[in-house]
């Protein structure tokens, strides 16, 4: 082969390794992804925590006009 080839097959090679490499990168991911929501939907919620409706919200409701 001629030089010319070898050049223009060296960056493809390269966008090859790194899109499996990518592959297999995102593979993990969502496998540790799913672990972490189930640990958070077995997990309970603590009692009396959540939406409180503070001096703060009541105002972005009205100026909202909610």
């Known amino acids: 082969m ?7 097959a060296a960056p493809r090679r390269q966008f ?3 899109a ?5 990168a995102g593979t993990v991911a969502a496998a540790v992804g799913e672990g972490s929501k189930e640990a958070a939907a077995a997990a ?4 009396g925590q959540g939406y409180r ?3 703060h919200v009541k105002r ?6 909610f």
């Open 2 to 8: 001629s030089s010319d080839q070898d050049g223009k």
């Open 60 to 65: 972005v409701y009205e100026l909202a006009r």
């Open 16 to 18: 090859l390794k790194l």
């Open 53 to 55: 409706e503070t001096a």
């Open 20 to 24: 499996s490499l990518g592959a297999v």
């Open 44 to 47: 309970p919620e603590p009692a």
